[in-house]
């Protein structure tokens, strides 16, 4: 009897001490990591820029500049973006002056975006024109309504490739030419334009360097678009 007591107790004893070291799983606290990226800071866009155009400053509201002022919203560097935007004088209207505008050039071969902007005394109305190319010139029809720019990109250092943009200055629109008889695309930046003149205030024509359009008697390659 006094052995099953004895042995009784063991067991009560052994069973004490494996429930006094039973511990339950660590669970590792959440620790914020200190490799986590700082806070991107926002970009403070200025209400009025001022361009220089030869001897003085021209002033423009950004609001009136939507295409511009989405594009600085995504500067690395805002300063340098805000120094680089250039002015092309247009024209004279009777209500104000067109500019073409220049920004986000890119370094090496000075291609930019272009927008018209029609700067009134009231404010400014804006249009995009032109992407990742480089302002030529620009030509207006007999009335003086209408503009032809020209723009180019380099293919070499001799050669550029080139697009014309036809713009209504009275509706602030851009036009298309049309030619029914072409079976390939001579704008667009496909072929060099040589030349070019208004026939009329709906009509011009260009010259390329191309031996498929027939020539005429002074060698000249020209082809005509309605508006």
Not at 182 to 195: A, C, M, Q, W
Request: hydrophobic letters at 35%.
């Amino acid at each position: 009897m006094k052995r099953i007591v004895t042995y009784a107790m063991i067991v009560l004893l052994l069973t004490g001490c494996s429930q006094e070291h039973k511990t339950d799983p660590i669970t590792k606290p959440f620790q914020p990591s200190d490799q986590q990226s700082p806070p991107k800071t926002e970009i403070v866009l200025p209400e009025v820029i001022s361009i220089p155009y030869e001897d003085k400053y021209v002033e423009f509201k950004l609001s009136a500049l939507p295409f511009l002022e989405m594009y600085l919203k995504t500067s690395s560097d805002l300063h340098k973006e805000l120094s680089s935007i250039k002015l092309h004088h247009l024209t004279e209207s009777g209500s104000g002056t067109f500019y073409l505008l220049s920004f986000a050039c890119e370094q090496s071969h000075n291609l930019c975006s272009y927008i018209l902007v029609h700067k009134e005394t009231d404010g400014s109305l804006s249009m995009p024109v032109a992407d990742f190319t480089k302002f030529h010139d620009a030509v207006f029809s007999p009335s003086s309504e209408k503009v032809m720019l020209q723009f180019n990109r380099p293919v070499s250092p001799e050669k550029a490739m080139s697009d014309l943009v036809i713009i209504d200055l009275n509706h602030i629109e851009i036009l298309r030419l049309k030619n029914e008889n072409l079976t390939r695309d001579v704008l667009n930046y496909n072929t060099s334009i040589l030349e070019k003149e208004w026939i009329n205030d709906r009509k011009i024509r260009i010259k390329i360097p191309d031996a498929k359009i027939p020539a005429d008697e002074k060698g000249a390659q020209w082809i005509e678009f309605d508006l």
